[in-house]
Antibody
Framework: EVQLLESGGGLVQPGGSLRLSCAAS????????MSWVRQAPGKGLEWVSGISGSGGSTYYADSVKGRFTISRDNSKNTLFLQMNSLRAEDTAVYSC????????????????????WGQGTMVTVSS | SYEVTQPPSVSVSPGQTATITCSGDKMGDKYACWYQQKPGQSPVLVIY???KRPSGIPERFSGSNSGNTATLTISGTQAMDEADYYC?????????FGTGTKVTVL
């Protein structure tokens, strides 16, 4: 079964940093774009960032641009999200999500539906 | 930035049809997809590319997209369909989710 497993969440003070990881299994990781999506408590879904299968292209929501960095290690089937200058409004469950489209060469942007989601990891920004 | 709006709630009787709309400027020019999210669970893709169902999604889920509105239709709604539903589209390399609709099966 295709699986995504996030880790790295926790409690951090405003202005602090955190690095999230998403371990993928049972699919050809490098052939799929990936994204991070967050959901604040009691709120809706918000896309945060996406990355092509090769890692050569990255995309960000305006709300995190310049503070968050998405990356991936295809040799370890792992997706990352480096979060700096964290704010209270970044408090949310962060989930990684796989794009549906298979892309030979891994150059495709994450512009398709998300067909597999992880269970999420909670990030709380508070003093 | 691109905005997508959904009705906050929809109520439906068991066996009846639930219709959820998703409105955005020229939504019909984009591909819309739909996710179902039950409390405490991760979202599940139920419709992609406007009207395609992933493997394992019941036939009672269908979708359409034209003009400024994408629509998710649940025919013969069952109690298990009670959940939050989100539409999503891509605009300028950014994924945009709708505001979400809570479907209550009365």
């Amino acid at each position: 079964e295709v699986q995504l497993l996030e880790s790295g969440g926790g409690l951090v003070q405003p202005g602090g940093s955190l690095r999230l990881s998403c371990a993928a299994s049972r699919f050809t990781f490098s052939s799929y774009a990936m994204s991070w999506v967050r959901q604040a408590p009691g709120k809706g879904l918000e896309w945060v960032s996406g990355i092509s299968g090769s890692g050569g292209s990255t995309y960000y929501a305006d709300s995190v641009k310049g503070r968050f960095t998405i990356s991936r290690d295809n040799s370890k089937n792992t997706l990352f999200l480096q979060m700096n200058s964290l704010r209270a409004e970044d408090t949310a469950v962060y989930s990684c999500a796989k794009s549906r489209r298979f892309c030979i060469g891994g150059s495709c942007p994450p512009d398709d539906a998300f067909d597999i989601w992880g269970q999420g990891t909670m990030v709380t920004v508070s003093s | 930035s691109y905005e997508v709006t959904q009705p906050p709630s929809v109520s439906v009787s068991p066996g009846q049809t639930a219709t959820i709309t998703c409105s955005g400027d020229k939504m019909g020019d984009k591909y819309a997809c739909w996710y179902q999210q039950k409390p405490g669970q991760s979202p599940v893709l139920v419709i992609y590319q406007d009207n395609k169902r992933p493997s394992g999604i019941p036939e009672r889920f269908s979708g359409s997209n034209s003009g400024n509105t994408a629509t998710l239709t649940i025919s013969g709604t069952q109690a298990m369909d009670e959940a939050d539903y989100y539409c999503q589209a891509w605009d300028s390399s950014t994924a945009v989710f709708g505001t979400g609709t809570k479907v209550t099966v009365l």
